[in-house]
């Protein structure tokens, strides 16, 4: 059974700092998703990593994939109010749907 | 707007009543996904179709659940003689096979 775990699962920081999330996955995977999610809305798609060593970046943020560790982390960079959110990973193994992870709920404080 | 859309938004009913939710899906995907997502947790996944094939329905929670997808095109998710541990956010995803799938804003039920 795939399993798939984040940790923190609740993170207070302050606004400028530098954090890391951490998920890990029980077994082989096709590929690793980021999801942010708001209170009350959907999930947004963030990230896909496909290889090993891909690393993604969209503005403060910026995933990477080590597929031999099973190891995927998403680092924030000089955190702001706005990323507030609830982040989540996902990992995929052949035709099945995405294995969530409970998520990281973050709050960034000014 | 061309994103995934579920249908009602939120939805309260009585213990045992039949409830029953809408999905229509980005139109050119032929994934559908159907997953739960309680308080606190990450979604759970229940069942998939690929075009109006069913391929995986083992994850659904019980007998009482049940998807189609009779056309290829849009979805419905019944539950039947809905319990108070139904209460959950139920979100629909479509895709393209092997590619990302993109969420709907899913439907809030509360079993009362």
């Known amino acids: 059974e795939l399993k798939v775990e984040q940790n923190p699962l609740f993170l207070s920081m302050q606004e400028g700092k530098n954090y890391t999330i951490y998920c890990n996955y029980s077994?082989?995977?096709?590929?690793l998703y980021w999801y942010r999610q708001d209170p009350g809305k959907s999930l947004e798609s963030l990230f896909v990593?496909?290889?090993?060593?891909a690393v993604k970046q969209e503005g403060r943020l910026m995933a990477s994939l080590d597929t031999k560790a099973r190891l995927s982390t998403l680092h924030i960079t000089a955190a702001v109010h706005d990323l507030s959110a609830t982040y989540f990973c996902?990992?995929?193994?052949?035709?099945?749907?995405?294995?969530f992870g409970k998520g990281t709920h973050l709050i960034i404080q000014p | 707007d061309t994103g995934v859309s579920q249908n009602p938004r939120h939805k309260i009913t009585k213990r045992g009543q039949n409830v029953t939710f809408r999905c229509d899906p980005i139109?050119?995907?032929?994934?559908l996904y159907w997953y739960r997502q309680t308080l606190g947790q990450g979604p759970e996944f229940l069942t998939y179709?690929?075009?109006?094939?069913?391929?995986?329905k083992s994850r659904l929670l019980s007998d009482r659940f049940s998807a189609e997808r009779p056309k290829g095109s849009f979805s419905t998710l019944e539950i039947q003689r809905t319990e108070q541990g139904d209460s959950a956010m139920y979100l629909c995803?479509?895709?393209?096979?092997?590619?990302?799938?993109?969420f709907g804003q899913g439907t809030r039920l509360t079993v009362v």
């Open positions: 077994t082989t995977s096709d590929r």
């Open positions: 179709f690929q075009n109006e094939a069913q391929l995986e």
């Open positions: 990593l496909l290889s090993n060593g």
């Open positions: 139109s050119e995907h032929n994934r």
């Open positions: 995803a479509s895709s393209l096979v092997s590619k990302e799938a993109f």
């Open positions: 996902a990992v995929v193994r052949g035709a099945d749907g995405l294995t």
